[in-house]
């Protein structure tokens, strides 16, 4: 398909044509990937025709960008074909690393940039390849899941680098010519905002690469978007792989060209056998599927057939019973009577005197027939009613005994119930046990602590006690500090007016008081001291007793 598409493309002449003049011109309407393309390569020498020799039309009153788009088909007819052949050739699984692949991908890129609208002023919002991608999932909601997929992906940041993604993900999913066929059947609505007019998308040469795109469904790619780095530049393509001079095509043997067919032939013989050898495969398991369920059924047909005719035996007994209890059996049946019946014509053809005889008989015989055919079909129905009763009541106990079933079900989870809420009463019974005996425990120790609530509250009655005794003593200390004063006072007075005599008296009497002093501050010491004994031994009773509360009271706790 893409050879045939490559004869009947325009060519150009063997002059190079200065793609930068008509660059410059539309530098404001072009995309920058497009003059790069037209910079890095030349276009002219890879749409020279092969096979044929045409003559060459002059393009000098040509468009320049209707050549760029017709270069950008031609090379894409190229690539794609190329693609195909080298899968064809060497396996039909691709991956990143195949080069005709990575090539395809730069040209396809290069397709939809073309004519991309740029960024209008400073401010204005840039036009990106994957914004249009986005719009995708609009129209066809199965591509919501590789694109959510590209969103999410850590390694891509820029938006090329997403919308690179997105096309290789759609060339795996095998519907990247569907994807790009519902963007051009919407091409007013979501294209005509972004690209030029005179873009490639816009353009009936899009209906060309939507074709060469559906040739890719043949092929299954295997490519890790996530170890690639999409973000940086692509790389340059080799035209040498899609470059075929004359010179190497005449040059070439004959011999070599066949044995490249027959390979080529042979290698599409060899995966046409190995698909043919899959189907095959897939339907003899299926086949084999088929005859088990088969043999399955047919056991269980004739399990059914040999119930049925016990049944049926059983339902001829139960006739048989029928028609003893209702005792028409020892009168003939319907074909002895019609036996009888013939008999008797033939015997009034040979004797005609007995004709009215057998006319009476024959209609005796008839009536009786028809009462036979009434009792025999009342028996039917009966029949038929008894099994129909029969049939309820084998359903009527089938639902019995699902109920008699799910109520022992329900007995046997009612009784453990039962015994899980009997050892909950007996947990609890326990529980309410140790808390009787923590209770108890706990009010012998706060009549413990009332009783020595009451001792402390005795010795801080004596402490009090102790106190005003100490306050007493210390008033008498100072009267007896106050006492010799008044003593040296008088004796200051009456020591102008008495004698040396008594001088020595009151000397004495001053000794006495000293004396009576001394005494005074040895008794208010010694209270002192029984004071601070009397502390301290409270101080000491009290922090045994609440060492001895902490121990009762951690032994209360459970």
């Known amino acids: 398909m893409a050879a045939a598409s490559s004869e009947g493309s325009p060519t150009t002449p063997n002059t190079p044509i200065n793609l930068n003049s008509s660059y410059s011109e539309r530098t404001n309407s072009r995309s920058p990937s497009l003059s790069s393309v037209a910079d890095e390569f030349t276009w002219t020498p890879l749409l020279i025709s092969k096979t044929r020799k045409r003559k060459h039309k002059s393009i000098t009153g040509r468009d320049p960008v209707v050549i760029e788009r017709s270069n950008l088909v031609n090379i894409s007819k190229l690539v794609v074909k190329e693609l195909i052949e080298q899968s064809l050739r060497y396996g039909r699984m691709l991956d990143s690393d195949h080069m005709p692949l990575q090539h395809f991908f730069i040209v396809l890129e290069h397709v939809l940039r073309h004519g991309l609208r740029p960024k209008k002023g400073l401010l204005g919002p840039k036009k990106e ?5 986005q719009m995708v999932e609009k129209y066809s909601p199965e591509a919501q899941d590789i694109t959510a997929s590209v969103r999410d992906l850590p390694t891509v940041r820029t938006h090329m680098g997403r919308a690179r993604a997105w096309l290789r993900l759609a060339l795996m999913q095998k519907k990247l010519a569907d994807y790009l066929k519902v963007l051009l059947d919407h091409k007013e609505e979501a294209l005509a905002e972004y690209f030029e007019p005179d873009a490639l998308m816009l353009s009936d040469e899009a209906v060309i690469i939507i074709g060469l795109l559906v040739g890719l469904n043949v092929i299954d790619c295997n490519l890790c978007v996530k170890e690639e780095d999409l973000d940086c530049p692509q790389g340059v393509i080799d035209f040498s792989l899609y470059l075929r001079s004359s010179h190497q095509m005449t040059g070439e043997p004959i011999d070599e060209q066949q044995n490249d067919d027959n390979m080529t032939t042979v290698l599409d013989q060899k995966n046409y056998i190995e698909e043919l050898n899959r189907h095959l495969n897939a339907t003899v398991t299926n086949l084999q599927a088929k005859v088990e369920s088969l043999t399955t059924t047919n056991a269980l047909m004739k399990e059914d057939l040999a119930i049925a005719k016990n049944s049926l035996l059983t339902l001829y007994d139960e006739n048989r019973q029928l028609r003893k209890e209702l005792g028409r059996e020892d009168e003939p049946d319907v074909l002895n ?3 009888d ?7 009034s053809d040979k004797s005609g005197d007995n004709s009215k ?18 009792l025999r079909q009342e028996a039917d129905k009966e029949l038929e009613i008894q099994l129909c009763i029969k049939a309820e009541m084998e359903v009527a106990m089938k639902l019995l005994e699902k109920d008699i079933h799910e109520k022992q079900d329900t007995i046997i989870s009612l009784r453990r119930q039962l015994d899980d809420i009997k050892l909950i009463n007996l947990e ?5 046990q140790e808390c009787e005996m923590e209770l108890t425990q706990k009010g012998e120790v706060v009549s413990r602590l009332q009783a020595k ?13 102790y106190n005003h005794l100490i306050k007493d003593s210390n008033r008498d200390r100072k009267s007896f500090e106050k006492r010799p004063t008044s003593f040296d006072k008088k004796f200051t007075t009456t020591s102008k007016t008495e004698s040396k005599d008594s001088k020595s008296s009151e000397a004495a009497n001053c000794n006495s008081g000293n004396l009576e002093v001394t005494k005074a501050n040895a008794n208010t010491n010694a209270n002192e001291s029984h004071v601070t004994t009397e502390s301290e031994n409270v101080a000491a009773f009290e922090t045994k007793e609440f060492v001895i509360v902490k121990q009762e009271g951690m032994r209360g706790v459970p």
């Open 129 to 133: 390849l994957w914004d249009i991608l």
């Open 341 to 347: 019946a013939r008999l008797m014509k033939v015997s």
């Open 453 to 465: 609530a009451g001792q402390i509250g005795k010795i801080l009655n004596n402490l009090e006690k």
């Open 428 to 432: 609890m019974y326990k529980k309410l």
């Open 357 to 374: 005889m057998l006319t009476e008989d024959v209609s005796e015989l008839q009536q009786r027939l028809e009462e036979e055919r009434r």
């Open 337 to 339: 009577i019609c036996t």
